[in-house]
């Protein structure tokens, strides 16, 4: 995939429960609308989002292990986001959880993913 079209898509992991998934389809829909395009393969976006979930301790290692993943495969042209309840309850820490995190959204400001 050329770097050109790479450059207009994005990849939204969502975990947790119904109200992350509402979250997660309301920020594809605001990345669509700006002209992103969604991709199932993490290698072909820039922007690579996870919506975390905090709300017990297993959920919250399994966000973290999503972000370490995808911290350890995102290339130099590729921003890793953390959107979520993890993403709000405890956000700068966050990065020093999962380095490679480039910005932290929590619940509240999710609207903002267009900013970065």
Same mark, same amino acid.
């Given at each position: 995939?050329?770097?050109?079209?790479?450059?207009?898509?994005?990849?939204?992991?969502?975990?947790?429960?119904?109200?992350?998934?509402?979250?997660?389809?309301?920020?594809?829909?605001?990345?669509?609308?700006?002209?992103?395009?969604?991709?199932?393969?993490?290698?072909?976006?820039?922007? %690579?989002?996870?919506?975390?979930?905090?709300?017990?301790?297993?959920? *919250?290692?399994?966000?973290?292990?999503? %972000?370490?993943? %995808?911290?350890? %495969?995102?290339?130099?042209?590729?921003?890793?986001?953390?959107?979520?309840?993890?993403?709000?309850?405890?956000?700068?820490?966050?990065?020093?959880?999962?380095?490679?995190?480039?910005?932290? +959204?929590?619940?509240? *400001?999710?609207?903002? +993913?267009?900013?970065?």
């Amino acid at each position: 995939m050329s770097k050109q079209q790479k450059k207009k898509q994005f990849y939204l992991l969502s975990l947790g429960c119904s109200k992350n998934t509402v979250d997660s389809e309301s920020m594809a829909a605001l990345l669509t609308k700006a002209g992103f395009r969604g991709t199932a393969d993490p290698d072909d976006a820039s922007v %690579l989002i996870v919506n975390t979930c905090g709300f017990i301790e297993a959920a *919250r290692q399994e966000s973290i292990d999503a %972000l370490r993943e %995808l911290a350890a %495969l995102k290339g130099p042209n590729q921003l890793l986001i953390a959107a979520g309840c993890m993403a709000q309850r405890y956000g700068s820490e966050v990065v020093t959880w999962a380095p490679g995190v480039d910005g932290v +959204i929590g619940t509240r *400001r999710w609207m903002d +993913i267009l900013t970065w």
